[in-house]
């Protein structure tokens, strides 16, 4: 499978508090997506961080990545009762093919 | 929801029978994709297309597939639906490979 894999499966947290979710990877990538799915949804895109960055932001929203342990982070800050849902990173495996494969993601829940 | 529309939305059928599901797009993207969201295995890609009666095979594509004969729409066919392939099904497209993607709000088929 080429499928990636989020850490953890599942974070409760209290308001106000920081939320950290990580990414592996297998193949090499050309850039890393974070999405966001509210129960009974599609998903939405939060971020894309390409293979040549480090971190990016965007609101609350900071991404890492680290591409020698194929991994990333997704960090939201201050959460609120209102960033509940699944996230999910995606990649398009490099080498030309036109894939765009998910981790099984992170059910975050915030508590108010 | 960027102008994807899946249809049905919602879907009870026997085992045994076809089923087809369409996915229309008015965001002119090459790029479209079909995935699958079962509890436990996150979104796992089905088929993909990168252009008209271009298409390829994802990780679990057996017992499914695809057509594409404009650019506006894609679909999924269940050759023989059989209770494993209950899910929800989404739908997703992109202008390349290494943009954004953008999600139908999903169908939900039960196969009894």
């Known amino acids: 499978s080429q499928q990636g894999e989020e850490d953890p499966q599942a974070l409760s947290i209290q308001e106000g508090e920081n939320a950290t979710m990580n990414c592996s990877y297998k193949?090499?990538?050309?850039?890393l997506q974070w999405y966001r799915q509210n129960s009974g949804r599609g998903l939405v895109h939060l971020i894309l961080i390409r293979s040549n960055e480090r971190e990016k932001h965007s609101g609350r929203l900071r991404v890492t990545l680290d591409t020698s342990k194929k991994s990333s982070s997704l960090l939201i800050t201050a959460s609120r009762a209102a960033d509940t849902a699944s996230y999910f990173c995606?990649?398009?495996?490099?080498?030309?093919?036109?894939?765009?494969?998910f981790g099984k993601g992170t059910k975050l829940t915030v508590n108010p | 929801d960027a102008g994807i529309t899946q249809s049905p939305r919602h879907k009870v059928t026997e085992t045994g029978t076809p089923v087809t599901l369409r996915c229309h797009q008015t965001e002119n993207h090459r790029y479209m994709y079909w995935y699958r969201q079962d509890p436990g295995h996150g979104l796992r890609l089905i088929h993909y297309s990168y252009g008209v009666k271009d298409t390829d095979k994802g990780e679990v594509s057996d017992g499914y597939s695809v057509s594409r004969s404009k650019t506006e729409d894609f679909l999924l066919t269940l050759e023989s639906a059989t209770s494993s392939q209950t899910s929800v099904y989404f739908c997703?497209?992109?202008?390349?490979?290494?943009?954004?993607?953008?999600f139908g709000q999903g169908t939900r088929l039960t196969v009894v």
């Open positions: 997703a497209t992109t202008g390349t490979a290494y943009t954004e993607a953008f």
């Open positions: 193949t090499s990538i050309n850039n």
């Open positions: 995606g990649h398009p495996p490099q080498g030309g093919s036109e894939k765009l494969v």
